[in-house]
């Protein structure tokens, strides 16, 4: 079968400025990702700060050009699909719905921009069609005269889904879409893109850092770091039985609304990952609890899991390991 | 009785409210709101943005914005009166034997200054020290958070620190004078998982360790039921329940709380993919006066007598909460409906 999205070889270097006279630095935010995104899926991608799950988003979408590699919308390259055929496939959601709609603009119109921005249809009927995609996402039409500023920020999400929905996608990329907001409004939005998928068959890649809003949603999860994708699987399987050590330790950092557990102790120590500062060999093994001398060498290679993948030294192969 | 619970209460609030002023009118911030925090326990109070728990932590600090009236029938620091006290009383108190650990430890540094500087500061101001002996503290600290060579990171600036490490210098920070209470406002909501674990379990092992009465303020149900002895929940400027973190969990007794707990996808209870369970409508406006049970516009048990004033009732000796019906009745309501 061949996938949706496929991401080939994928990496994107950034040139930060370190100071006045200090030379500027490369930053790899993103080293050298293979995925792919298969119809009807919802693919998680989690890690912390700076592990390049942003940028990949951005290069996947079309936003950023990456430094090296290629993506693929059902086989054809997006460089040399012209933007707005792509954007008609693929729409974003973004974290921070204060910053992502034009306070300036009504609801309708900020809804109906993709719409504007194809130049396929009459005024009238681009604001019919905000309107109905306000509908479904469930805001009454009595919201598309008012500015962001009237709304809350769930309604604010609503609106930003609205507007990625409008050109009827195929793939909506969620960056954070609920990390702004409160537990009682997350649950509210979570409950709106687990409904729009089944009633319109959409396809998410959906980026979060809260593991417990991935394991609810995704149907599979990679599991970033430093740019890379340290482990991928089936989302049940991979919470289940993580293999990658950075995988286990981030489980198990995870705080359950479970009293008497305590809080965990990951062993990972206070070194902090650094984009700028990517260490040789495993990017993992100066936090990694069980670095041994051969994971400071080598960047370890995809090994196949039960499910997925796993990139560590320490992780046998499924087939080797039943055999 | 009363006075065995005093004597151990590090801070005693009592009907603390915090009052804004707004071009709209007075803002009801925070509304009665009634709590002590012990000697050697952690108290979490919790609640969505909006709620009031930060404005009771900075009203508390006396850190309140100028358009902010706080108003309290007691508000004691080990049995002084804090709400009495003036400028130079609380400037010796804070730092000092009350710190403080804010949400971004970049603004709370002050960028301009090492890491050395600010904490010998603070330790050579409230306890007259020399600077070898406070720094000979300071280095001592750094350690005791877990910062590894903790001699060089004296002469580093904020900026040159992670955030993880700057949380550490915090907490190093607010040790400095030996306090007797912390508040921690939503100490680790800018750190990543695998950091707030670290930082949270140094947190509560420093707090065991040396008898602190801990306040800690969250939006993270997950961070309570870990960290928490006693719970206080708020909505609305108001405590809505009251429970230790095993009582809460077990049986959350408030609409509000109960909502809350079925919002969050809870592994291996909530099925994956499977809708979630939700709040309808927004907190109400606190400006101007509320009066009832200000969840009423939400609350799907919500009846004629939600209007009035509500009475506190008791599920337990250490768990109260405020509402019209007895949980009982609700439980029962539930499965009628069901």
Redo the contacts between chains.
């Keep these: 079968m061949s996938a949706l999205i496929e991401a080939r070889g994928l990496s994107r270097t950034f040139s930060v400025s370190r100071g006045l006279f200090a030379r500027r630095a490369t930053l790899n935010a993103v080293a050298g990702v293979d995925l792919d995104v298969h119809k009807g899926e919802v693919l998680g991608i989690v890690g912390e700060s700076g592990c390049g799950k942003s940028t990949l988003a951005r290069m996947i979408l079309g936003l950023l050009p990456p430094s090296s590699g290629t993506v693929r919308l059902s086989g054809r390259d997006i460089r040399v699909m012209p933007r707005r055929a792509l954007a008609r496939r693929m729409q974003p959601v973004f974290q921070d719905p204060y910053s992502s709609l034009n306070p300036r603009r009504r609801v309708a119109s900020i809804v109906a921009l993709p719409l504007a921005v194809q130049g396929s249809h009459s005024a009238e009927e681009r604001r019919a069609r905000a309107i109905a995609a306000l509908d479904k996402v469930g805001l009454p039409a009595r919201y598309a005269d008012n500015f962001p500023s009237q709304l809350s920020g769930g309604q604010r999400q609503r609106v930003a889904i609205a507007r990625a929905l409008v050109t009827e996608p195929e793939i909506v990329v969620c960056d954070e879409p609920t990390s702004a907001l409160d537990v009682s409004v997350q649950s509210q939005i979570l409950n709106l893109l687990i409904d729009l998928k089944e009633n319109l068959g959409l396809t998410y890649v959906f980026i979060s850092h809260n593991l417990a809003v991935v394991e609810h949603l995704a149907t599979r999860v990679a599991v970033m770091y430093l740019g890379r994708i340290v482990e991928l699987g089936a989302t049940a399987e991979l919470f289940r039985n993580p293999r990658h050590p950075y995988t286990q330790a981030l489980l198990a950092s995870v705080l359950t609304p479970e009293p008497g557990l305590g809080i965990p102790e990951a062993l990972l120590g206070t070194a902090s990952p650094d984009p700028l500062n990517v260490p040789a060999g495993c990017p993992f093994h100066p936090r990694c609890p069980q670095a041994v001398e051969m994971c400071r060498g080598a960047v370890p290679k995809p090994v196949d899991t039960a499910a997925g993948f796993a990139a560590c030294h320490l992780v046998t192969d499924a087939a080797s390991r039943a055999a | 009785m009363a006075s065995a619970a005093a004597s151990a209460a590090v801070l005693e609030v009592e009907d603390l409210s915090v009052t804004i002023r707004t071009p709209a009118g007075p803002l009801h911030a925070v509304r009665g709101v009634s709590f002590d925090v012990r000697r050697g326990e952690t108290v979490c109070l919790v609640g ?2 909006g709620c009031g728990k930060s404005m009771t932590s900075l009203a508390i600090m006396s850190l309140l914005p100028e358009t902010a009236t706080r108003r309290a029938r007691r508000l004691a620091f080990a049995g002084a009166d804090l709400a009495g006290a003036t400028g130079a009383e609380i400037n010796a108190l804070r730092g000092n034997r009350m710190a403080m650990i804010f949400q971004e430890p970049m603004t709370a540094l002050n960028p301009a200054w090492t890491i050395g500087d600010q904490l010998v500061e603070v330790h050579r101001r409230h306890k007259r020290s020399g600077r070898a002996e406070a720094r000979e503290r300071a280095v001592d600290l750094l350690g005791k958070v ?3 060579s903790p001699v060089e990171r004296l002469g580093q600036y904020p900026h040159q620190l ?4 700057r949380q ?1 210098v915090m907490i190093a920070m607010a040790l400095m004078c030996g306090p007797d209470l912390i508040i921690a406002d939503e100490p680790t909501t800018a750190l ?7 930082i ?2 140094l947190l ?1 092992g420093l707090q065991r360790e040396l008898g602190i009465a801990l306040l800690l303020i969250t ?10 002895d006693r719970v206080h929940v708020m909505y609305a400027g108001a405590i809505v329940e009251r429970a230790t ?2 009582e ?3 049986r959350p007794c408030h609409p509000y709380t109960r ?9 291996g209870v ?1 099925e ?8 309808p409508g ?1 907190v109400p406006s606190l400006i101007g006066g509320i009066e009832g049970c200000a969840f009423r516009s939400r609350c799907e048990h919500a009846r004629a007598g939600c209007a009035q004033a509500v009475p506190v009732r008791r599920a337990s000796a250490t768990h109260h909460y405020v509402c019209v019906e007895e949980v009982a009745e609700m439980a029962a309501l539930g499965e009628a409906t069901a």
Excluded: K, N, W, Y
């Design positions: 969505e943005s877990g910062i590894a992670s955030g993880g490490l550490r990543d998982v695998t950091i707030q674990a670290q949270l379990r509560a939006h993270d149900l997950g961070i309570v039921a870990r960290i928490a973190a095993a809460l969990f077990a909502g809350l707990l079925s919002c969050l996808p809870a592994p909530t994956a993919g499977t809708r979630l369970g939700t709040i927004v």
